[in-house]
Structures are given as structure tokens and as C-alpha cells.
């Protein structure tokens, strides 16, 4: 039986993984951000994978679907730095809201994981993109690296913004489908480890 249950969830998993990057590919630009900056609801199946089976789960849809999407369309840099920053994006917002939920079972431990999980993605993400990402890019496309009040500008301007309303729109979304489907996903939940 328990072969059965790893069996349903790798099959889940895969499924959630692929529907995930059909959405990353329906991506759009948010009025008033750079055009670059583009939001997808894509967070959405890794937080079911998350919720129903644990922060593992999630966080292996997250990794599925950015190496689809990296295989499949490639990245303007050649390296996969839009990739691994939207795995880290989506990972640090699937797991806490996994384990609030996971610890509540309840709406208000799912809402409590989403308000946290879109705190933590943007908090993290502005920190990621001034250490790490924003250099990245501007090393790999060859462009002159930004200054250091430059890059603050453009994180608290486009980057703070644009995480607060991409994690808000995917909280939304996934709060209302979760209400819908939660009488019937009851029996695939998985015991918090």
C-alpha cells in the first residue's frame, strides 16, 4: 500500500509539474513594471504539490518546471539565471506556506502560510537580487554592472513590487481554488511528517 501512495504522488507530481510550466508559459507584464518582469500563476500547482504531500513535493514542481522551461525555451543569457531565480521565488513561497498549513490544517493556517510565503518571497528575492541575481545578469548579457544605489532604485521600484503583486495574485488564486477542491483532496492530504 505504501508503494501504491509514492507511486500516486511521483504521478501527482509529474502532472502538477507539467500543468506548471503550460502556466509559466502564460506569462504577462504588470502595468507600470518593467516589461521584463513578467507574472505567471505558475506557483500555483507547486503550492497544491506543497499543501497535499509536503514542502518537498512543492518545491520538486518548482525544480520540474523550470528545467522544462530552461530546456524548452533556453534563457537569453545562456545560462539559466531567469530559472533559477524563479525556482528560488517559488520555493521560498511554496514551503512556508506548506508547513503553516501542514501545522493548522485549517483556512486560517492556509491564509497565515500565504501571507508569510508572499513576506518571505519578497523579502529574500530583494536580498537574492542584490547579491546574487541582478549581477548575474549584467555579467552574462555583458551589460555595465549596475551601481549600488542603482540596484537598491530598481529593487525597491520594480523588483519589491512586482513579487508583492505576483505572490498576491498566486495567493488569491490558489486560496480560492483550495476552498473549492479541499472536501475531495481530504484523503490525499499526507500526515505532516
Not at 505504501?2 to 507511486?7: A, I, S, T, V
Not at 513579487?163 to 495567493?171: D, P, Q, R, T
Request: charged content about 10%; overall charge positive.
Amino acid at each position: 500500500m505504501q508503494k501504491k501512495g509514492k507511486l500516486y504522488r511521483m504521478i501527482a507530481v509529474s502532472i502538477l509539474s507539467s500543468i506548471a510550466y503550460l502556466l509559466m508559459m502564460l506569462d504577462f507584464p504588470f502595468p507600470g513594471l518593467p516589461p521584463f518582469l513578467e507574472i505567471d500563476v505558475s506557483d500555483v500547482p507547486a503550492l497544491l504539490a506543497g499543501v497535499v504531500f509536503g514542502p518537498i513535493a512543492g518545491v520538486t514542481v518548482e525544480a520540474i518546471k523550470n528545467g522544462l522551461h530552461y530546456g524548452v525555451q533556453g534563457s537569453m543569457t545562456g545560462v539559466p539565471v531567469g530559472q533559477i531565480a524563479n525556482f528560488l521565488a517559488g520555493s521560498l513561497f511554496v514551503v512556508p506556506v506548506s508547513l503553516l498549513f501542514r501545522k493548522y490544517r485549517s483556512k486560517k493556517g492556509l491564509t497565515l502560510g500565504l501571507i508569510t510565503g508572499t513576506l518571505s518571497m519578497t523579502l529574500f528575492m530583494a536580498v537574492l537580487n542584490y547579491i546574487i541575481i541582478l549581477p548575474a545578469y549584467t555579467w552574462f548579457l555583458g551589460y555595465e554592472q549596475m551601481s549600488t544605489s542603482g540596484m537598491i532604485q530598481f529593487i525597491v521600484k520594480a523588483i519589491t513590487p512586482f513579487n508583492l503583486i505576483k505572490s498576491g495574485i498566486v495567493a488569491i488564486l490558489f486560496f480560492i481554488l483550495y476552498t473549492k477542491i479541499a472536501p475531495h483532496l481530504k484523503r490525499l492530504e499526507q500526515p505532516a511528517a
